[in-house]
């Protein structure tokens, strides 16, 4: 597993990347399985996890379908949680990843919910990041962070959103404002952010959520794991940033969802509090990984 490689599902290739010493032993930690967000923003998005490497605990990336290095086929056939839920299971069993940490980042979080509520093995521990659980909650507390940018720019981004003109250089400095507040508060950002950025694959992104006020949206504008979270009975982690309007403050529903789950606030933070606040980050994901190992340790 060591280093990186190419896994198969279906006629499509998934690129993966290992990170750490994964050589097994009595003494190893468990290494963590990092689910990027989008779809469509590759495991870049997520290098500052890379850390966890340096206290002894290997860390296992990979580009989910139509993103990265991983087959970006075109349509929206392929475009369905049902298919990026094929894949992390493949992941998952080529990799021999029996006994594993599951994190997932904004959508990845997302989909790190889905493969708990129907893997024959759970991981375990599940980490969640400013995590989506409900597409419609998040779009509409989304419009609470944009009532509080300066008027101008709120007025720009409705009116456009409203319009379909996203193109439009009004609605890109008035969006680029939200971001810097909203989505990644360092100055500047950091060029792995600012890497992924530009290898995003737009196409997957929009195919699962739609383009604001899409007459057709994607599947995920409509999904909703509220009701089913009380079946996730693994060690779970909830961490969310203060300012985060990505997620939009979803962390308090899936905290009070999962039973027995711990939730984090990082005050400084928007949506990459691993970034924002990495010591204070990587002291509480350790200490919850021990934890959680330490429960399930026979």
């Not at 009595?26 to 923003?41: D, F, Q, S, T, W």
């Not at 890379?50 to 349509?75: H, I, K, M, W």
């Not at 007025?155 to 989505?183: C, Q, S, V």
Request: with cysteine; hydrophobic share 35%; glycine share 12%.
């Amino acid at each position: 597993m060591a280093g990186e490689g190419t896994l198969r599902f279906g006629g499509n290739r998934i690129w993966y990347r290992v990170v750490g010493d994964p050589a097994d032993s009595r003494a190893r930690k468990l290494p963590v399985l990092a689910l990027h967000g989008g779809p469509g923003l590759p495991h870049d998005s997520l290098e500052p996890l890379e850390d966890l490497a340096r206290g002894g605990r290997p860390v296992v990336f990979y580009d989910q379908l139509g993103c990265g290095n991983s087959t970006r086929s075109g349509g929206p056939g392929p475009w369905s949680v049902g298919a990026f839920l094929g894949e992390l299971a493949v992941v998952r069993s080529e990799l021999g990843l029996d006994e594993v940490h599951l994190l997932g980042h904004s959508w990845g979080g997302l989909l790190a919910m889905e493969h708990v509520l129907e893997a024959e093995k759970p991981p375990a521990g599940l980490i969640l990041v400013g995590a989506v659980v409900s597409g419609k909650t998040m779009l509409e507390c989304r419009q609470g962070f944009y009532d509080g940018l300066p008027r101008d720019a709120r007025e720009a981004i409705r009116k456009h959103e409203a319009a379909g003109t996203f193109e439009d250089p009004e609605y890109g400095e008035a969006m680029d404002l939200f971001y810097r507040r909203h989505a990644c508060r360092l100055d500047p950002w950091p060029n792995w952010l600012n890497r992924a950025l530009s290898k995003m694959d737009v196409e997957a992104n929009t195919a699962m959520w739609g383009p604001p006020n899409a007459p057709q949206p994607g599947p995920l504008r409509a999904w909703d794991l509220r009701p089913r979270l009380g079946g996730i009975n693994v060690p779970t982690l909830v961490a969310a940033g203060r300012y985060d309007g990505m997620a939009a403050g979803q962390e308090r529903d899936i905290h009070a969802g999962i039973p027995n789950s711990e939730l984090a606030i990082f005050e400084q933070s928007s949506h990459y509090p691993f970034a924002e606040e990495p010591e204070r980050f990587l002291d509480t994901l350790e200490g919850f990984l021990a934890r959680s190992e330490s429960q399930t340790k026979p």
